[in-house]
């Protein structure tokens, strides 16, 4: 005998949200279980100095939903967390915070700065810890890294040393984007390129030996002029046929530099004359090495002036010295003319400090080989991208890659393995920390300074996460798991990681480190800007957990997730997760506290709308897990959604009172053991999208309902069977005789609703099918005619199958609805005054239609559809249809009723 089971009268997640996540800690319940084929993700591991924003909400909501999916499966389940030490952007919080007590870095020295930065990563590895627990990250945490991890750092110096024997690593004076701020060389893909305004400078350098002849040149840098080696032409510009060869003065410095011919140039930008600059500008660069040309460096690493330039210039900053430079070229006669313009400046996409080309001796990775095993994997199907359009991205990137610089100028980090020896000079690498030169044996032996790029151990993540660098990697956790599965990403970082990751598998694993890639869009505000602190715009998830709960961030993200698209959302659009959490709560409370007094039968027998909810739920698990699997997340959130509000709730949950009123005990326990059971799949069905809401409702359920396909009953629904689609529950035919009875129900609702009849009032309805096929959907009527009066609020129902006449509308004061194959005369006129219901119809049917109007002069407006966003429009054409519909609806109302008056 069961007994009534009592949930809070109110949805509270705060009451068991962490106490839930704790227990499944406890039970190991995020570890990976059994013997059966391995699903692997790793995680995108987040900055450890940074604090998680709503993106890390979103790309770890949806890791976490397949996670659990994939684990509920029966799959050996493993999702790796850890975090980036993240080197430019943690040197960054530690020198910022030192400069607040008056320190630098240098007054600490290396050894006790790192010490402080240690100290930094500590703390906030705690809180990014305790922010994945709260939105329920379901990460086997006993098998966390840390890009900086002792086994990682010793992965990070094998990789090194070896893509130095591959001769896929050198060592060289190459032009690099240098952040003078942050004192380092940067990568292309860390240099961010905003339009910014700026002048165009036009000069003129005087040709040696002949007065008042010049070349005109632009520029948008006219200081770099000081470091000008050159001055280039097109071949083929007949301007500037007899200058080729010829000699010129650079103003201010009086050294000779040549004119030059190279294809490079456009002769329709600016005069056709380019200053070549080639320490300081990467075309320049490419093209001097093509002419034998040096490259005069005029910047220190501070990014002020150095000793290459003229004594006036040493010392200034870049701005400082463009403004003294141009004021001296107006004064000596050499400037012509300025103009304002906009063009994209590179920024450093840390500190937003404008980027510097900068010739400096620093390390590279070879790209090419890598790259062309990493397009050759995707060409043989070993990638797949979802959504596929990024392939095309991925291809291109990768058929121009240009050498990787992975040296860094900064203390926090990997340190390079490299040395040089004092007495030999050359330099060497080594796997170990030596203790002389291998070349001549001499003690005096210095390390490179420098560190390498964050994304050199980034790009490894896959494989070193799993012991990749243990002797012992053929029987740990590489064997088990690697090749992971798939990687679950936002699209601004598939070429700062996702491609690197690819290629590093490739050459160290000889393997692609996962096969699917889900490329989700980026969170941005209800206007499409990227959320941000200067804009006041960004949302935190730990807040909004908070306020609705970690299942109705979930939830709503997934439900909002669309392939290939961004997600335009603000606060109140977490309210639609909430919503779904709390009517799951209130429908699984209202079940459980109507057990008093039941039994649970045995092998109960299917009524037909037992029947139809369980084609419906099979109908559902199918076609979720082929979302999930495709990683359609939306189209599955939105399919669980549709399922459990619409069939579960609105309609099975309401036609079970028939049963559960009914006064024969034995249809109770019937009706009462089948509803248990579906809404124990049902919560099966869910528990990815909302697993908080629904391990707390599951963990009420009497046990036998709670039994896998197998029989088997788990404790945990986080360990239990995912619902899957069954041939032998599908039931088309009993899913078209339930149609007809729901189209019917929500007719009459219709007509309740627009005629305001109160539900105590009980309405006589008499319906009338076609023949044929009509009379077997005639039969399920009548036999289902007491669930039809419960759902419609009915008094009185009388079928008339097709072909044996009905009783007329005699009596008046009926309403015919339509339907397919089915007419229902419903006699409204017992419940309320019909000429007062004509008066409100009128009056209803005017107002509609003066909308509608104004509807479609809005969307015929070509200014409205070119301007306004496309889910505005798409509302707008939404609400006309909707309109129309109802003003339809109205006038068939008010002609039925005209009908009604004629006849009396």
């Known amino acids: 005998m069961l007994k009534a089971i009592e949930l809070e009268k109110a949805y509270n997640p705060r009451l068991f949200e962490d106490a839930i996540y704790q227990r499944w800690k406890d039970s190991g319940a995020f570890a990976p279980r059994g013997t059966g084929k391995s699903f692997t993700i790793v995680i995108p591991p987040p900055n450890v100095t940074g604090m998680l924003h709503l993106g890390h909400g979103l790309n770890n909501s949806l890791q976490d939903i397949i996670i659990r999916f994939h684990r509920m499966r029966g799959e050996k389940t493993l999702w790796i967390p850890g975090a980036d030490h993240a080197g430019i952007a943690t040197q960054n919080v530690v020198e910022k915070k030192l400069r607040a007590q008056g320190v630098r870095r240098q007054d600490l020295g290396r050894e006790k700065f790192v010490e402080e930065t240690w100290k930094l990563t500590a703390e906030h590895h705690k809180i990014i810890s305790r922010q994945l627990a709260r939105i329920g990250a379901s990460v086997d945490w006993n098998r966390e890294r840390f890009t900086l991890d002792a086994g990682l750092s010793k992965a990070v110096r094998e990789v090194f040393v070896t893509l130095y024997e591959r001769d896929l690593l050198y060592k060289g004076n190459y032009l690099v984007n240098w952040c003078c701020s942050c004192g380092t060389a940067l990568s292309d893909d860390e240099v961010e390129h905003n339009e910014s305004p700026g002048k165009m400078y036009h000069l003129r350098y005087p040709v040696r030996g002949e007065k008042d002849r010049f070349i005109e040149i632009a520029t948008t840098r006219p200081e770099t002029m000081l470091g000008d080696t050159a001055v280039a032409v097109h071949p083929e510009d007949q301007r500037y046929a007899d200058f080729v060869g010829k000699t010129l003065i650079l103003p201010l410095t009086g050294r000779e530099i040549p004119v030059v011919a190279d294809a490079y140039v456009d002769k329709k930008f600016g005069t056709g004359a380019v200053k070549i600059t080639p320490a300081h500008d990467p075309n320049d660069w490419e093209l001097a090495k093509r002419h034998d040309l040096p490259a005069v460096n005029i910047l220190t690493p501070a990014g002020r002036l150095n000793d290459e330039v003229p004594e006036a210039y040493r010392g200034l900053t870049v701005q400082k010295a463009r403004d003294l430079v141009v004021e001296d070229l107006k004064n000596g006669g050499f400037f012509v003319k300025e103009k304002d313009i906009s063009h994209a400046v590179g920024h450093c996409y840390r500190c937003r400090t404008v980027i510097e080309p900068f010739l400096s001796e620093q390390w590279f990775v070879r790209m090419k080989p890598l790259a062309e095993k990493a397009l050759a994997s995707w060409r043989r199907g070993e990638l797949v991208f979802y959504p596929r359009r990024w392939e095309h991205t991925y291809e291109h990137w990768l058929s121009g890659i240009r050498d990787w610089c992975i040296s860094r100028q900064l203390w926090w980090g990997h340190r390079i393995p490299a040395w040089t020896c004092g007495d030999c000079g050359k330099t060497f690498v080594s796997r170990v920390d030596p203790s002389a030169c291998p070349h001549c044996g001499s003690a005096a032996i210095t390390q490179d300074p420098g560190v390498l790029d964050t994304w050199f151990s980034s790009w490894l993540w896959p494989f070193t996460t799993l012991g990749w660098e243990d002797p012992s990697c053929k029987t740990s956790d590489y064997a088990a798991f690697y090749p992971t599965s798939a990687l679950i990403t936002a699209y601004d970082i598939i070429f700062f990681w996702v491609a690197r990751m690819i290629m590093a598998g490739l050459e160290f694993t000889g393997k692609a480190p996962f096969r699917d890639i889900y490329i989700h869009g980026l969170i ?45 959302i603000d606060k109140d659009s977490f309210k639609l997760g909430s919503k779904f959490a709390n009517k799951i709560w209130n429908a699984s409370r209202y ?114 309902c709670k039994q896998n396909g197998d029989g088997r009953q788990e404790e945990l629904l986080i360990n239990a069977e995912y619902p899957s689609y069954r041939d032998g529950r599908r039931d088309d035919e009993g899913e078209e005789r339930f149609s007809f009875l729901q189209d019917l129900v929500r007719q009459i609702r219709t007509l309740r609703a627009e005629c305001a009849i109160t539900s105590d009032k009980r309405l006589r309805c008499e319906a009338r099918t076609g023949g044929g096929k009509s009379r077997e959907k005639a039969a399920f009527l009548q036999e289902n005619a007491g669930l039809v009066k419960l759902l419609a609020g009915l008094g009185d129902l009388r079928v008339v199958p097709g072909g044996t006449g009905g009783a007329g509308d005699e009596a008046g004061g009926a ?45 015929s407006n070509p200014d409205f559809i070119k301007n306004a966003p496309p889910e505005l429009v798409d509302g707008e054409k939404r609400k006309l249809a909707e309109t129309k519909e109802r003003t339809g609806t109205i006038e068939a109302y008010l002609k039925d009723m005209a009908g009604t008056k004629e006849r009396e």
């Open 591 to 704: 079940i459980l506290m109507n057990l008093e007094g039941c039994s649970l039968a045995a092998n109960p027998e299917l009524a037909p709308v037992d029947r139809w909810i369980y084609s419906r739920l099979n109908g559902a698990a199918g076609y979720i897990t082929e979302a999930f699997l495709s990683y359609r997340l939306n189209e599955a959130a939105q399919k669980a959604y549709e399922y459990f509000w619409n069939d579960f709730c609105d309609w099975y949950v309401e036609a079970t009172k028939l049963s559960m009123k009914s006064g024969d005990d034995a249809e109770r326990d019937r009706a009462v053991t089948v509803l248990l059971t579906v809404l124990a799949e049902s919560l099966r069905l869910l528990h990815p999208l909302l697993p908080f809401v629904t391990e707390e409702i599951y963990g009420k359920l009497p046990g036998d």
């Open 815 to 859: 309403i015919v609805l339509a339907g397919q194959d089915y007419e229902a005369h419903v006699y409204i006129a017992e419940a309320l005054n019909m000429t007062a219901l004509a008066e409100k119809f009128r009056r209803n049917l005017e107002r509609d239609k003066k909308y509608v109007s104004s509807l479609e002069a809005k969307i």
């Open 524 to 568: 941005r505000d209800k206007k499409g800007r990227k959320m941000s602190k200067s804009l006041g715009n960004g949302l935190d998830p730990l807040e909004l957990v908070d306020e609705f709960g970690a299942d109705a961030l979930k939830c709503t993200l997934a439900f909002m997730c669309a392939q290939g698209q961004d997600i335009l």
